[in-house]
């Protein structure tokens, strides 16, 4: 299984919504990233988590909330977004830092509105 | 700063050969990946280069300078389906911090 799941594929909800974007992968990758992608740019990272431990955050607002209940789930958590947090938001894993190369496996992405 | 630069686009025809370059400038260096984005789908993986020289794995090969900050992607024998962004990125220092480039499209004409 080289797969990284993702779901919902698509989701709308308004700005005093709370919903949640899951992630998993059997492919025992110990590290796990939230990334965001807007139209025509490159992903943006959000969160990184290195052994079911949070290890990056790149100053995203509280309004985005992840978490990582085990090593083969990642949960994106969101509150009270805005319109302009519209956009495709990408889980990707990797072999974690003991292991060689470090390329990530992304999946389809979940594509939010915000509305 | 940190700074990745690569060419907005690139136009070539079916069955030639295409070079996307990519300039780097981070703090550390942990690796150079490139990852293909076709329209409305997740990236793929492409090749990783680490040390100085040349990797190559069937139509596609990577080159890497770390004293030049430089990376090439070679693509081979074009194909229409290889029409597509194609995406440096670079892991500095911190481990798992992946920095992108803003991506090359790359369009295949018949």
């Known amino acids: 299984d080289t797969e990284v799941t993702q779901t919902p594929k698509h989701l709308v909800m308004g700005m005093t919504n709370k919903k949640s974007l899951k992630c998993e992968q059997h492919?025992?990758?110990?590290?796990m990233y939230w990334y965001k992608q807007k139209a025509k740019k490159p992903p943006e990272l959000m969160f990184v988590?290195?052994?079911?431990?949070?290890?990056i955050n790149e100053s995203v607002p509280s309004r985005f909330s992840p978490e990582c209940p085990n090593s083969s789930l990642l949960n994106l958590h969101l509150h009270a977004l805005q319109p302009e947090d519209s956009a495709l938001y990408l889980c990707?894993?990797?072999?974690?830092?003991?292991?060689?190369?470090?390329?990530?496996?992304f999946g389809e992405g979940s594509r939010l509105t915000v509305l | 700063g940190q700074n990745i630069d690569q060419p907005t686009e690139m136009t070539a025809t079916e069955g030639a050969i295409v070079q996307i370059n990519c300039t780097y400038q981070?703090?550390?260096?942990?690796?150079l990946f490139w990852y293909q984005q076709h329209a409305g789908e997740a990236p793929t993986f492409l090749s990783y280069?680490?040390?100085?020289g040349l990797e190559e794995k069937g139509r596609f090969s990577s080159f890497l300078s770390r004293s030049k900050g430089y990376s090439y992607l070679l693509l081979k024998e074009l194909q229409m389906k290889d029409s597509a962004s194609y995406l440096c990125?670079?892991?500095?220092?911190?481990?798992?911090?992946?920095?992108f480039g803003a991506g090359t499209q790359v369009v295949v004409t018949p």
């Open positions: 990707a894993s990797s072999l974690g830092p003991a292991g060689v190369g470090g390329e990530l496996f």
């Open positions: 492919m025992g990758h110990r590290a």
């Open positions: 988590y290195s052994y079911e431990k949070l290890s």
């Open positions: 981070t703090s550390g260096f942990n690796g």
């Open positions: 280069n680490v040390l100085d």
């Open positions: 990125a670079v892991m500095g220092d911190s481990w798992g911090k992946f920095q």
